[in-house]
């Protein structure tokens, strides 16, 4: 009897996908959470955490978070901006936990718009 | 049988034979220091460069272990032949400058001068191997090995020290082309006037008489097994190099497993 | 698996290490965990990256961020502003030589953007001491779809792919596997991995085992597979401590998962691979020595024929391949033998991997298509020659290459247009010569190392490279006379012509191209005894500039001959008569008042 088959190979290879997906760095959508001193403040650090969360559960492998600093809006803040691969990027304000999950499943994974959190459509494209 | 051409001249001979041996068959000399019939190619003297002409190219090769081809042009004193074989001479005629087979090969080939300083001007072995390799591949007994490396390789015994597994046949003093390898009378007189009658002879050592029996209370010249190599075998390991083929070592292996196992 | 958002991928190669890597990485896990960061953001070690001029050196991914010659006190401020508030630190990145902007992005930065990864396709990017990670980047999938097609046609593929050995003589490795394939044998056959690297300056094949042993081995058993072997050895050098260790871990965790032993996966096919450990000689890296080493015998050249592929270990046929080769075979399974054969040139298809070392800017590992020229590799990959000083030459192959001047720059890098320049591929080492190098020196150098490497066997290689060091030596020291230079002439043509094994042969290279290239130099140390680049220093004339002298006194005082006068305030003389031209007193003078003439 084989110790391992190809199917065993297959399921390695799907069990580390988001990990050689992030390290390739070619990823289908990509949330940007702001972290200024201002946007922590605000508590970016959960909506950081609602997103991580939301990934795992979703098991959503081509997503990737990363964060950046201060976005001049420091008023709106706790801020993520959310760019699908070909499509302008949106800017999300005010954010909450609960908020960021509703983005995550509507936006991230389902290409809608949340159009009552988003604050513009189309600048600053970061890829 | 392959045809090929050698100096100029054609000569059939059988598969796996090398140049040296059809340019034997021919009567034509190419010289050698380091190959024996009775062992395997060494080819490590470099002096029976030969330059071979195969599809228009050509390239120097050794006679020693090159085997034959079909349609293969060989010349044997070629002057790219000769310059190569002149340049291993010379190299050795500052490594040994007394040697004199090495001093009458130089001759041969019009070295007057030697360009390169010499290092040691008693120095009388040149590496062939020759004492190694019928030690461990005729005799089986691997008393005799190199040591060291490159420039400061040297022939020696394991770890430095009288190999206990020398049987004192004499077979390596035999083939050394330079007289570098003398049988030191010691060795050889150790076997003859070891005390005791519990001692062991060049044939208990090698496994074919049981230890310490002996029919003639170790007279080595009254030696019986002495006597029955030679009425077998018409051998004896520093015959089997006298006999000069490859058959006659493995005849020779053939009959030592046979006593062994009497 | 964890659901990082970031990975850290710390470069864990030799180099890397010896400058605290290892350091780097435990004080990153330290900082991650203060800033409780650490579900977020994974810290991996890696194989050589490959810029090891700049090491130790960190990529952030998914951003592909570069940061470059690491300190540990610098890495608390990277944490708390790249991983904790997003901004990544410019004045850790790389910026050009002479330039002011950094670079954020490794695959922006010139060094790595010309490169062309195929043996190195995992470098940096997964941890090679976790199998998974192999296999998540299509790791022995090559081996599964290897083991499903015949053995005939696997070594059609790589016939077809053109791949030729990357150990040096560029051999076509899929003819060398049939010929392994057709031999005859009456118990078994073997597959041997050459990684007995040994030219000064190359470290290809140890950074492929320290980035990616899998590769090695997956390429080992496709391989087996094809020829019908059921046991494979690699021979490597025990001064790998590294890349022997991680290859200990690799096998280890192949053969947990059945990947290697019976019957792998599933197909019946038996296998095991062996590491035997050589003991530093270069010779070792012939491969008859090679073999006879593995064997437990004296690592000594035999005369071939009869060839491995008929007569190797223990006799019986042996196709033995180096690293970077059998590195390569996984891709080309994988991806086919068109795919790999549109890489490189006519004769000469795929990559290569070289060593950048010398007078180069970005020393390190670089992988590039064949055919790319010299130039591109020099300037666009290794960033030019420091100090702004001018390219003078460059050897390729290690000691038993050549050295290529700068009127052959524009050479495309391929096996016939090395060794028509009179150099060779070799394994991959480049070491790269400014305008302050003696082409005499350097080959005398080069040949140092070999006339200490030759096993000795033959006599041309003992006898001959010994005679030659010792003519180049006479000429270096301004007492070579013109008769030398042509005994030494003819001698490297013979030793060339008549050596057993490739060791000899290829010895006298470096001294036969520097004479065809280099030739004046050599005739400025003969008739004018003089050393054009100063390195010779018995062919120097040191003097004091009397203008330049600052009257300190150090020269005086490190001067072994007190062969240097001058009180206070006076500039100080040197007494020719006295000089061993030993150099000191150019070496320890701050002032650059000691001149050479």
Not at chain 2, 87 to 98: I, V
Not at chain 2, 234 to 239: G, L, S
Not at chain 3, 16 to 44: M, P, T, W, Y
Not at chain 3, 571 to 586: A, S
Request: hydrophobic share 35%; with cysteine; aromatic share 6%.
């Amino acid at each position: 009897m084989p110790k391992l088959t190809l199917d065993d190979l297959r399921k390695i290879q799907e069990k580390s996908r988001r990990m050689t997906m992030l390290r390739e760095g070619a990823g289908k959508a990509k949330i940007t959470v702001h972290m200024g001193t201002c946007g922590i403040a605000a508590g970016a650090r959960d909506i950081m955490v609602a997103f991580l969360d939301e990934i795992e559960k979703k098991d959503a492998k081509d997503v990737i978070i990363t964060t950046s600093g201060c976005a001049g809006l420091c008023s709106r803040e706790p801020m993520a901006t959310v760019e699908l691969a070909g499509q302008a990027p949106v800017k999300y304000v005010d954010l909450t936990p609960e908020k960021a999950r509703t983005i995550f499943t509507d936006h991230v994974l389902k290409g809608k718009i949340v159009m009552e959190y988003a604050l513009a459509l189309g600048s600053e494209r970061t890829f | 049988m392959i045809s090929l051409k050698i100096d100029g001249k054609l000569v059939k001979a059988e598969r796996g034979a090398t140049i040296l041996q059809a340019a034997q068959k021919l009567g034509l000399e190419i010289p050698t220091l380091c190959h024996h019939p009775a062992l395997e190619p060494y080819a490590a003297c470099r002096i029976c460069m030969v330059e071979v002409i195969k599809e228009r190219k050509s390239e120097l090769v050794t006679a020693c272990n090159t085997a034959v081809q079909q349609g293969m042009t060989v010349w044997t004193k070629s002057n790219r032949a000769l310059a190569a074989r002149k340049m291993n001479l010379e190299l050795l005629m500052a490594r040994a400058p007394k040697v004199k087979i090495i001093r009458a090969m130089a001759a041969e080939y019009g070295i007057k001068k030697i360009r390169f300083p010499v290092e040691n001007p008693e120095e009388d072995c040149i590496l062939c191997g020759l004492c190694v390799r019928v030690c461990e591949s005729v005799v089986g007994a691997s008393a005799i090995c190199f040591a060291n490396r490159g420039s400061d390789r040297t022939w020696s015994k394991p770890f430095d020290k009288a190999s206990d597994t020398c049987i004192a046949c004499g077979v390596c003093t035999y083939l050394c082309p330079t007289g570098a390898i003398q049988m030191e009378a010691e060795t050889a007189q150790q076997f003859r006037e070891r005390p005791g009658e519990h001692r062991e002879c060049r044939y208990s050592l090698m496994g074919i008489l049981p230890y310490a029996l002996c029919a003639n209370s170790f007279r080595c010249a009254q030696c019986e097994v002495d006597q029955r190599f030679r009425d077998h075998m018409d051998t004896h390991p520093i015959f089997v190099a006298r006999n000069c083929d490859l058959e006659s070592v493995s005849a020779y292996h053939e009959f030592l497993k046979r006593v062994r196992k009497e | 698996m964890k659901t990082y958002r970031s990975y850290c991928m710390v470069c864990a190669g030799t180099a890397c290490v010896s400058n605290r890597s290892f350091h780097i990485k435990e004080a990153l896990e330290r900082e991650i965990e203060k800033q409780g960061l650490q579900d977020e953001i994974a810290v991996v070690t890696t194989g050589c990256n490959g810029f090891c001029a700049v090491g130790p050196l960190v990529v952030v991914h998914p951003e592909g961020i570069f940061y470059q010659q690491l300190r540990e006190e610098d890495i608390p401020y990277v944490v708390e502003e790249h991983f904790l508030k997003g901004r990544p630190v410019k004045r850790l990145m790389y910026s050009p030589p002479g330039e002011q902007t950094p670079i954020p992005k490794m695959n922006d930065i010139g060094f790595f953007k010309q490169q062309r990864l195929i043996a190195l396709r995992n470098r940096g990017l997964i941890d090679p001491e976790r199998i998974d990670e192999y296999i998540a980047r299509d790791g022995y999938f090559g081996l599964a779809k290897a083991l499903k097609m015949k053995p005939r046609e696997i070594i059609q593929e790589i016939k077809d792919s053109g791949l030729r050995g990357r150990g040096g003589a560029g051999f076509l490795t899929g003819l060398k596997w049939e010929l392994t394939r057709k031999a005859k044998s009456n118990g078994g056959k073997f597959v041997l991995c050459n990684a007995d690297e040994g030219d000064p300056g190359a470290f290809m094949d140890r950074s492929i085992v320290e980035a990616d042993p899998h590769s090695v081995i997956e390429g080992l058993i496709i391989g087996a597979y094809a020829i019908g072997a059921n046991q494979g050895y690699i021979y490597i050098r025990n001064e790998y401590p590294l890349a022997l260790k991680r290859l200990i871990i690799a096998l280890e965790q192949a053969r947990n998962y059945g990947l290697l032993g019976k019957d792998i996966l599933g197909s019946g096919f038996d296998f095991d691979i062996k590491i035997v450990r050589g003991a530093g000689a270069f010779v070792c890296g012939e491969e008859t020595a090679l073999m006879a080493s593995v064997e437990g015998r004296l690592g000594e050249p035999r005369p071939r024929p009869p060839f491995p592929t008929e007569h190797g270990i223990w006799s019986k046929p042996t196709n033995n391949n180096n690293v970077e080769t059998w590195a390569n075979v996984p891709s080309i399974i994988r991806r086919g033998a068109q795919w790999y054969s549109q890489i490189g040139t006519e004769t000469s298809k795929g990559t290569k991997v070289f060593s950048l070392v010398g007078k180069i800017n970005n020393t390190g590992l670089v992988e590039v298509p064949m055919g790319i020229t010299l130039r591109e590799i020099i300037y666009d990959i290794g960033g030019g020659i420091p100090h702004e000083k001018a390219f003078k030459a460059v050897q390729t192959g290690g000691p038993s290459g050549g050295c290529i001047p700068a009127e052959l720059l524009d050479l495309p890098v391929d096996y016939e247009s090395l060794s028509e320049a009179g150099s060779m591929m070799g394994s991959g080492g480049m070491v790269v010569l400014d305008e302050d190098t003696c082409m005499v020196d350097i080959a005398r150098y080069f040949l140092s190392f070999t006339q200490d490497e030759s096993c000795g066997k033959c006599t041309p290689c003992r006898e001959g490279t010994k005679m030659m060091l010792h003519l180049l030596k006479k000429i270096t020291e301004g007492k070579g006379t013109e008769e030398d230079l042509e005994t030494l002439e003819q001698l490297a043509h013979e030793v060339k012509e008549t050596s057993l094994c490739g060791l000899g042969k290829t010895a006298p290279n470096p001294v036969l191209t520097t004479l065809r290239y280099f030739r004046d130099e050599y005739e400025a140390h003969i008739k004018e005894k003089r050393c054009p680049a100063h390195v010779c220093r018995q062919l120097n004339t040191y003097r004091i500039d009397p203008d330049a002298c600052t009257a300190c006194g150090l020269c005086r005082k490190e001067c072994p001959e007190d062969a240097i006068s001058g009180g206070k305030k006076q500039p100080h003389l040197i007494d020719q008569q006295k000089c061993v031209k030993c150099g000191i007193c150019f070496d320890v003078c701050k002032f650059e008042a000691v001149c050479i003439d």
